[in-house]
Nanobody, 123 residues
Framework: QVQLVESGGGSVQAGGSLRLSCAASEYTYSSSCMGWFRQAAGKEREGVAAIDSDGATSYADFVKGRFTISKDNAKNTLYLLMNSLKPEDTAMYYC?????????????????WGQGTQVTVSR
């Protein structure tokens, strides 16, 4: 059964931190690559970070140095630690699972999606 459930979103002031979690079914977690995407109101969904089965990671330029993607294999859980948050980081954040080319952060490489968790950063 395919299942991705995000949590950890909320409201925070600029400069603050949040950690998102994504609990995955074992089948979904075994995917080659898992990632985080976001979609702000009125904008297209964009890739934020991804991690493959070997632990290699990739990040969008706009989060490099601020966000860290990681996973806990024992818990089938994906994380996104977000530091130094900015108002422009406000968006719905989605967890996704996909194939071996997911590190390129292309939506087309991801087959399964969670329902999303809202992150709001105020000035």
């Amino acid at each position: 059964q395919v299942q991705l459930v995000e949590s950890g979103g909320g409201s925070v002031q600029a400069g603050g931190s949040l950690r998102l979690s994504c609990a995955a079914s074992e089948y979904t977690y075994s995917s080659s690559c898992m990632g985080w995407f976001r979609q702000a109101a009125g904008k297209e969904r964009e890739g934020v970070a991804a991690i493959d089965s070997d632990g290699a990671t990739s990040y969008a330029d706009f989060v490099k140095g601020r966000f860290t993607i990681s996973k806990d294999n024992a818990k089938n859980t994906l994380y996104l630690l977000m530091n130094s948050l900015k108002p422009e980081d406000t968006a719905m954040y989605y967890c996704a699972a996909g194939g071996p080319f997911g590190l390129v952060l292309d939506l087309a490489e991801f087959d399964y999606w969670g329902q999303g968790t809202q992150v709001t950063v105020s000035r």
